[in-house]
């Protein structure tokens, strides 16, 4: 399936006949029809500019109305396309230190190559998406004869380590991309909360043990000892050491290829999300992820 198609799955008949209308279609057009047999068009529905002023008005405070017709992927879609495209114009891009200090980096290049492809762009469509609900709640757990009750929350990464743990090794492509998928959203869309929040000493433990062949004092000399227990540093760490190991263990081979190629631009993801947030999904961050 090529990625214009993929889109037409994600996306719901609302979201076509939003998209369709702001791109300038006609009224009386089957917009999800026209899309479904010409489904390479969609790029270009997204990229125009029309389409991100529908959405958000210009000049607009308050909620946008048209938001509440459509689905979140669908307005993930349209800022991640709009970001692509602006980010050109940028020589230099702010990188968050401590989640609240702006420092100039020069390298609007990098970011601007890597948004610049179509494979990018829907990766961190679906990611976005796939944090608007999250699985939580109490698991029970045989435990030396007995049944335990323990809390899970597939935002805490400490529970996803664990659950790691409990998993055959050739069974953990899975959750080590959802571990991957955690450290890059938290650090992109959430960096203000990954810059405060701190973990405890098990909880670090444990997170530094779903790493294999590594022990907590190899990786810890990664991360600066005062910040080890900081959520931001430690998964911005092992992140893409996650999304390695999903890549090794990953039958597809489409996807192990995905999962490298992540891997290795892990920095350059999360900040073209930070230029997204920044620019366009901070205000609307509660809105869309309502469980924050």
């Known amino acids: 399936m090529d990625r214009w198609s993929r889109y037409l799955e994600l996306l719901g008949e609302g979201d076509l006949t939003v998209l369709g209308r702001a791109s300038g279609m ?10 479904r047999s010409r489904p390479e068009r969609v790029a270009a529905a997204l990229d125009a500019p029309a389409t991100f002023d529908a959405l958000f008005p210009p000049g607009q405070t308050g909620p946008e109305a048209q938001l509440e017709s459509v689905t979140p992927l669908l307005i993930f879609a349209v800022m991640i396309h709009r970001a692509a495209a602006d980010i050109g114009g940028h020589a230099h891009v702010p990188e968050r230190v401590g989640g609240r200090l702006l420092v100039p980096l020069f390298d609007g290049g990098r970011l601007t190559t890597f948004a610049a492809e179509p494979a990018s762009r829907l990766l961190l469509v679906e990611l976005l998406g796939s944090f608007t609900r999250i699985a939580s709640g109490p698991q029970w757990e045989l435990s030396r004869g007995r049944w335990r009750r323990r809390r899970f929350s597939e935002m805490n990464p400490a529970h996803l380590a ?43 433990d444990r997170i530094l043990r779903s790493v294999p062949h590594h022990s907590r004092h190899e990786l810890a000399h990664l991360v600066q000892r005062d910040q080890l227990d900081a959520v931001g540093p430690l998964l911005g760490t092992l992140g893409p050491r996650w999304y390695r190991l999903s890549s090794a263990l990953v039958p597809i081979p489409s996807m192990r290829t995905q999962l490298a190629d992540l891997a290795d631009q892990f920095d350059v993801a999360r900040r073209f999300l930070n230029f997204v947030t920044d620019h366009y999904l901070w205000a609307r961050r509660d809105r869309l992820f309502p469980w924050a």
């Not at 006609?26 to 899309?35: E, K, L, N, S």
């Not at 571990?179 to 938290?186: K, S």
């Open 26 to 35: 006609r009224a009386d057009t089957d917009a999800p029809g026209w899309f």
């Open 162 to 204: 664990r659950l790691a743990a409990d998993l055959p090794f050739d069974e953990r492509a899975g959750t080590y991309r959802r571990l991957g998928d955690l450290a890059l959203f938290l650090n992109g869309v959430f960096p203000d909360h990954a810059a405060r929040t701190t973990l405890s000493p098990i909880d670090v």
